[in-house]
């Protein structure tokens, strides 16, 4: 029996092409995802709550549907101007923030129990950090409304490093009193009563969008070969400036803001990139070699190096003073073990810095392994996501770009985590959207608007050409004789 035309799935003969199907926007998925993260919040809180032995009020719901509204504004603007990006990025850090609001609220309160005690004046910084969420949402939503194209950031490469480096070099050369050392560290901006900010949170984006355009537009330059050692190509003396200036710069951040983190997280950052432009995996044996040998020297000379590598390896043998830190931290880990001791039931507060650099150690002791690996895996998630916009984006400097920056977060997950568990030394850097601190947060909340501007027009659908009508020749061109009006 023959078919009929409407049963037909091809096209007609004769008739124009079969037009592929829409790709699915997935707004839906991610508003959902929304609602999902926002009852685990509530329920954490809850649970703080109740193993604090609080009353229970209709609060906490208010609390759940305002954290809900706050992300539902978020979520309408990525429905408006990234109606294409991932559907999974936005919940991943929505989920991340909402815990860590709740770990800090839950600190608080152990807190302000003891300073009830002891007769202090106790202030909690769940509010400040709700107000910091609040700011670095309003700066998501300005990066998707500006960046309508990611590859408009490219023609600004050298203008965004020149004031990385400004904002990097800045805590490191200005006087004391507007760049106090803090706990060890001189990473500061600070004018009392007024503000304070951590440049180098800014800086590293600012940085990525430079290396981005810079090797997009230098490429053969870092492919050429040079002799071959060991059945490795290395690359040519002559290429290495690049290179050597980036390793120069992450050593001074290291001498002059005594800060191991950002100068890990900065050279680590430039070798990535640099290993996916040209995929030649002597960049990486000659950077490692080159920051291994540079941590040797500093090691060697400065005081502060080697009083975080002591720390490092024996944290008990100076307990009572440098190695309080690491080993309360690692006491908590003991302490939660494989279940945790649950949320609100522990004492996490006993950790030095635990809302902010311990945080991990904290929710590792309340939580436990299981608790701690399902962490690690959200983030790993939010990193696969972003490495998956990298690779599906159709341009090389937005590759290059979404690579860096997803990289960027797993890395500073990996420096964070590795130094809390003691698998490398402490560094300072904080967890990204979990722990206090305003400049981490906000610069991750553009550094997640630009993931979500480039996973957008990665799976936008490609817009056909304009069909191109044939003129006619110049040459070919009639000569039509215009009279004089009469």
Known sequence: MAESAATTTGPLPGGPPAQPPPTATRRGTELMLLAFAAVLVTGALMLVEINQEQELTNALLYYGAAYLGLFGVAHVAVRIWAPYADPLILPCVALLNGLGLVMIHRIDLAEAERAELTGRVFSADVPRQIMWTTIALVLFVAVLVLVKDHRTLSKYGYTAGLAGLVALALPGILPNVI?????????????????????????????????????????????????????MELPRARDLMPMLFAWFASLGVLVLEKDLGTSLLFFGIVLVMLYVATERVAWLVLGMTFFIGGCLVAYQIFDHVQVRVTTWLDPFADFFNKGRQLGQALFGLGTGGIGGTGLGAGRPELVPLAKSDFIIAAIGEELGFVGLAALLMLYTLLVMRGMRSALAVRDTFGKLLAGGLSFAVGLQVFIVVGGVTKLIPLTGLTAPFLSLGGSSLVANYALVALLLRISDGARRPAVAAKPVVPQAPIAEAHTVLVERPS
């Open 179 to 231: 760049a106090p050392e803090i706990n060890g560290a001189k990473i500061w901006l600070r004018i009392p009563g007024v503000f304070s900010i951590q440049p180098g949170e800014f800086a590293k984006i600012l940085l990525m969008v430079f290396f981005a355009a810079f090797l997009v537009s230098k490429r053969d330059l870092f492919m050429a070969a040079g002799r071959k050692v060991l059945g």
